[in-house]
Each structure stands twice: as structure tokens, then as C-alpha cells.
């Protein structure tokens, strides 16, 4: 049996400041450097230890990625990163602080473009402060203009199968560092969690989630390993 562990960064300067962040690159907070630190201590304890390593090319989950691995001694362990993890891009919403989003356009049009399973938020401006098209990491990629969840899910998923997947048939505890959107994506898919239900579904920062795997198939139902 193989194990899957799902972790969101920690908490990050943005989610400190109440910033809609998405594919802007920032940092961890201590609390969130803190977070990750307990993250590989609580794997360490459960002996539930990571073979192989996927994270986005986003700092906050590189660093907590990294962090949880030293606790746990693991920071020997190949790692992937792909942009196919990163958050899901919250376009023109990029920067601005939610509560005053709120306070401007109503609390149900922000609870839509936070959760809605396929309303976009509006398109960042070409040339916006957050326009990302000249950062490197993201050289011949088309890096889209804002993302819904089901956008998300169009590039995570194909990550999923065609990386992510066979290295679980193959046998290896797979950790993935990645986001609050695109793990939602990933456990509406393994979870089979509906279009609707899915808006309720929320994944808190620097808490392992854990999938047993027979081969490529998902075993029972996901579980908190602080709980297991
Ligand atoms: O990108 C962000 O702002 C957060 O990481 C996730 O935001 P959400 O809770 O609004 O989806």
C-alpha cells in the first residue's frame, strides 16, 4: 500500500494580509515556516515518509515542501516542480485585500469567484503590476489571465495522470506540495466530490492529507494524519 500525502503551504504573507494571491510568488510567514516544521515532525512521528516530491514553482509550497522534509529527514528525496501545481491564477483579483473586495462588490460575488466550480474572476490587465510575462520560470508557457476552479482542474488533472500517478502504482509515498485550489482539484477528483459540493470544500494550511493507494487506485477515503 502506497500512501499519498496532500500538503498546503503555510500560511503565507498574503493569507496574513488577506490578499487574493494566486500566481504572485510570496513568502511564508514564521507561523508558516512553523506550520511546515509541524507538518514533517507529525510525518516523522506517523512514519508516514515521503519517497518522491511534486511541488509548484510557487516559493511558499517549495519552502514548506522543504522545511517538512528536513524535519523529517527526507530532504534527500528527488523533487519535481511544475507550474501545473501553482494556485489557481486569481486574475485581476491579484493583490487586492478580500475584505475591501467584499465591501465593493458584495460578499456573494466574492464567495462566487473565491468558490464557484467555474466562474473566473475578471482577466489581470496585459501589462498589470502582476503580469507574470516576463518572469522566467514561466518562459514558454501561456500563463493564463485568471483561472476558475474547472480551469485549474484542466492542467492539474493531466499533471496528475501522467507524473504524479505512476509513481503511486509504482509504490512510492508521494508528497504534494502544493495549494489551496489546486489540492481542492485534486481531491474533487479522487474524493468524486460534485461540481456543487465542491464550493464547500475548504483545505487548511500546512495539514497533511493522507490517501492510501492500492497500485493506482485510491483505497477508502481521505484522512488528516494528525487523526490516523
Ligand atoms: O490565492 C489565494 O489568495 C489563496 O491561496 C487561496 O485563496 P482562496 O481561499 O480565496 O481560494
Not at 21 to 46: F, H, I, N, Y
Not at 88 to 100: D, I, P, S
Not at 160 to 165: D, F, N, Y
Not at 177 to 199: M, Q, Y
Request: proline residues 6%; aromatic residues 8%.
Amino acid at each position: 500500500m502506497s500512501k499519498l500525502i496532500l500538503v498546503r503551504h503555510g500560511q503565507s504573507e498574503w493569507n496574513l494580509a488577506d490578499r487574493f494571491t494566486g500566481w504572485w510568488d510570496v513568502d511564508l510567514t514564521e507561523k508558516g515556516v512553523a506550520e511546515a516544521k509541524a507538518a514533517g515532525e507529525l510525518m516523522k512521528a506517523k512514519g508516514v515518509l515521503p519517497t518522491v516530491a511534486f511541488t509548484s514553482v510557487q516559493k511558499r509550497a517549495i519552502k514548506t515542501l522543504n522545511i517538512a522534509l528536513e524535519a523529517c529527514d527526507r530532504l534527500w528525496i528527488p523533487v519535481t516542480r511544475d507550474w501545473r501545481l501553482n494556485e489557481r491564477h486569481y486574475g485581476g483579483l491579484t493583490g487586492l485585500n478580500k475584505q475591501e473586495t467584499r465591501e465593493k462588490h458584495g460578499e456573494k460575488q466574492v464567495h462566487i469567484w473565491r468558490r464557484s466550480f467555474d466562474v473566473p474572476p475578471p482577466e489581470l490587465e496585459p501589462g498589470s503590476e502582476f503580469d507574470l510575462a516576463s518572469d522566467p520560470r514561466y518562459a514558454g508557457i501561456d500563463i493564463p489571465r485568471t483561472e476558475s476552479l474547472k480551469l485549474t482542474i484542466e492542467r492539474v488533472l493531466p499533471y496528475w495522470e501522467e507524473a504524479i500517478l505512476p509513481q503511486l502504482a509504482k509504490g512510492e509515498n508521494v508528497i504534494i506540495s502544493a495549494h489551496g485550489n489546486s489540492l481542492r482539484a485534486l481531491v474533487k477528483h479522487l474524493s468524486n466530490i460534485s461540481d456543487e459540493d465542491i464550493t464547500g470544500l475548504e483545505i487548511p494550511t500546512g495539514q497533511p492529507i493522507v490517501y492510501d493507494f492500492d497500485g493506482a487506485t485510491p483505497v477508502g477515503e481521505r484522512y488528516y494524519l494528525k487523526d490516523a
